[in-house]
């Protein structure tokens, strides 16, 4: 595994976010979001971009996050993923905006899975046109039709759609206690990442992988807990065909 090293690289304003969840509160935790980077007049993407090119090795896992910052150029992130793609990487697109179909355009079959929202797949072609459930179903006939592995729609507590091999499945997990629900989108990326990393093939074995890890973020559960308990989330994890691709 190759580590990019970006410490240091911006001097601009940087994202502080504030996550607040008591111990003896049973309620879900209070989030508090800052505005986020602002790098008018400043390099550090292009910086970034070649740091990609010069350090990613064939094989590692690269994940893009989020929307394009202020400021920066309107294609950074189609630029970076061609970059990733190209370094020989399996890439993670998790972007949302004008930039991801362009993204994914890009990078075509380098595109290891895809992870937009119910509300981020708008930015899809043929998706805000479509009514109801046509709406995912447009979304991952784009992204499958780019080349992407493993199309996913991510749906909050309704857990997950994805396409697999011409069919499109359900995959969700119940939650004993909700505590955290923000960040968990994250934390399914993040889980698709490791557990690529860790091999887990491109299907229901890694989105069951990412659906525990997210629920087990929901449940709050802490670190140095999460490797005994993730068996027994695993478990829980129910998949369930929905439709044809």
């Known amino acids: 595994m190759h580590w990019v090293d970006w410490t240091g690289?911006?001097?601009?304003?940087?994202?502080?976010?504030?996550?607040?969840?008591?111990?003896?509160?049973?309620r879900p935790a209070a989030h508090f979001r800052a505005p986020g980077f602002d790098l008018e007049g400043s390099s550090a993407l292009a910086e970034l971009t070649d740091l990609v090119a010069a350090q990613v090795a064939p094989g590692d896992v690269v994940t893009i996050n989020?929307?394009?910052?202020?400021?920066?150029?309107?294609?950074?992130?189609?630029?970076?993923?061609?970059?990733?793609?190209?370094?020989?990487s399996d890439l993670i697109v998790d972007v949302y905006g004008r930039d991801l179909p362009s993204v994914l355009r890009r990078?075509?079959?380098?595109?290891?899975a895809c992870t937009p929202n119910a509300t981020e797949i708008e930015d899809l072609p043929g998706v805000s046109g479509a009514a109801g459930d046509d709406r995912?179903?447009?979304?991952?006939?784009?992204?499958?039709?780019?080349?992407?592995?493993l199309p996913v729609v991510t749906r909050g507590p309704d857990g997950a759609l994805f396409a697999h091999e011409g069919s499109i499945w359900t995959a969700r997990c119940s939650v004993l206690v909700e505590r955290v629900s923000v960040g968990a989108g994250d934390a399914f990326?993040?889980?698709l990442a490791a557990g690529a990393a860790l091999g887990h093939a491109a299907g229901h074995e890694l989105?069951?992988?990412?659906i525990a890890v997210a629920t087990a973020h929901v449940e709050?559960?802490?670190?140095?807990?999460?490797l005994d308990q993730l068996p027994a989330i695993r478990d829980r994890v129910a998949f369930e065909r929905w439709r044809d691709l």
């Open 9 to 26: 690289r911006s001097s601009g304003r940087s994202r502080r976010n504030l996550t607040l969840v008591s111990v003896n509160d049973p």
């Open 66 to 88: 989020g929307s394009v910052p202020q400021g920066a150029a309107p294609d950074a992130w189609t630029t970076m993923a061609g970059v990733a793609v190209g370094a020989g």
């Open 107 to 112: 990078a075509g079959c380098g595109v290891l």
């Open 136 to 149: 995912y179903v447009a979304a991952l006939r784009f992204m499958a039709d780019q080349g992407v592995r």
């Open 189 to 191: 990326t993040g889980a």
């Open 207 to 210: 989105v069951r992988f990412a």
């Open 220 to 226: 709050a559960i802490p670190l140095w807990r999460l």
